[in-house]
C-alpha cells in the first residue's frame, strides 16, 4: 500500500487540490481574525469556516457536494461516533504517527464530542491516512482490527496518548495495546491486522483522501468544509456552529442514531 500519491494519483487529483486550496483560501481570513493570537497549531494550517462562506451559493455548492462524497454514514460504522443523521460530520484523515493528530485527538476532540457529538450535532468520521510509511500502516491495520470487536476508538486513543514512532508501532507493542484497551480475542486481531479486508479498507480511506486533494495530516472536512492542521477548539467549534446552522435550512440526513 502507497504511502505518498503516486504520479498518477496526483494528477487525478489536481483539480481537487485546487478547489480545496481556492476555498481555505477564500474563508481562511476572516476566522482567523476571531481565533485567540498566539495560538500554538500547525505551521501552515489553514482556518475553517466563517460566516461569508454561507454567502456564496457557489462555496456553499462546493462543501455540501464534499460532503456528500465524504460522509458515509454508514450503519454501525466502528470508526465513526454521534448519530447517523447528526446535522454535521466531522471527516478526519489521520496518521498514527503524526504528533499533530495526536494533540487533537487528546486536546479538541474531547471538548467536540462533549459539547457537539453527546448534543446529537456532530458525527466525527475517522479515515486511516497513512503518509509515515510501514509503521504507520501497520498501526492503521490494528485501529481497523480493534474495530472489528468494537474497540476501535479505545486503541485510537491508546495510540494517539502519547507520540509513538518505529519500533513503537512494532506488532507485538500494538497487541499489547490491543489488549489494555480492551481487545478479548487477540488471536483474531492479529489474523484481522493482516487480512484483505483490513487492506481493502485502508485503501478505500486512503484513495479518498488523494481524490479530494489531502496531502498532510490531520485534515478535516466538516461538512465539507476544510480545516487544515490541529487548530484551536475554537476554530471547529465555530465551524461546526456554522455548518449546523446552514443545516437547519437543508434536507435533514438520511437514517438513524447509531
Known amino acids: 500500500m502507497p504511502t505518498s500519491a503516486s504520479p498518477a494519483r496526483k494528477l487525478a487529483a489536481l483539480g481537487a487540490v485546487l478547489a480545496l ?17 498566539g495560538r500554538d497549531t500547525e505551521p501552515g494550517a489553514a ?21 456528500k462524497r465524504t460522509s458515509r454514514r454508514a450503519d ?3 470508526l465513526a461516533v454521534g448519530k447517523k443523521n447528526a446535522p454535521v460530520v466531522l471527516v478526519e484523515y489521520a496518521d498514527y504517527q503524526c504528533s499533530f493528530c495526536g494533540r487533537f485527538t487528546r ?24 503518509v509515515f510509511g510501514a509503521d504507520s500502516e501497520r498501526a492503521a491495520r490494528a485501529s481497523w482490527a480493534a474495530g472489528q470487536q ?8 491508546a495510540l494517539y496518548a502519547k ?7 512494532a506488532e507485538d507493542k500494538l497487541v499489547g495495546l490491543a489488549r489494555s484497551s480492551g481487545v478479548d480475542d487477540i488471536d483474531t486481531f492479529r489474523t484481522d491486522m493482516k487480512s484483505a479486508d483490513a487492506d481493502k479498507a485502508l485503501k478505500k480511506d486512503q484513495d479518498e483522501g488523494y481524490q479530494l486533494g489531502v496531502q498532510s495530516t490531520p485534515s478535516f472536512l466538516i461538512n465539507g468544509r476544510p480545516v487544515a492542521g490541529a487548530q484551536p477548539l475554537a476554530v471547529f467549534s465555530q465551524a461546526i ?18
Open 150 to 157: 468494537g474497540k476501535f476508538w479505545q486503541l485510537h486513543d
Open 241 to 258: 456552529e456554522e455548518a449546523a446552522r446552514t443545516a437547519k435550512h437543508q434536507p435533514a440526513a438520511k437514517g438513524g442514531g447509531k
Open 107 to 130: 486536546e479538541t476532540q474531547p471538548e467536540l464530542i462533549k459539547k457537539y457529538v453527546d448534543a446529537g450535532t456532530l458525527r466525527i468520521e475517522f479515515r486511516n491516512f497513512t
Open 163 to 169: 507520540t509513538r514512532k518505529g519500533a513503537a508501532l
Open 21 to 37: 486550496v481556492v476555498a481555505v483560501i477564500a474563508i481562511g481570513v476572516a476566522i482567523a481574525k476571531s481565533a485567540q493570537s
Open 47 to 67: 482556518p475553517a469556516a466563517s460566516p461569508e462562506a454561507e454567502e456564496d451559493p457557489a462555496r456553499q455548492k462546493m462543501f455540501d457536494d464534499l460532503a
Open 76 to 78: 454501525g460504522d466502528p
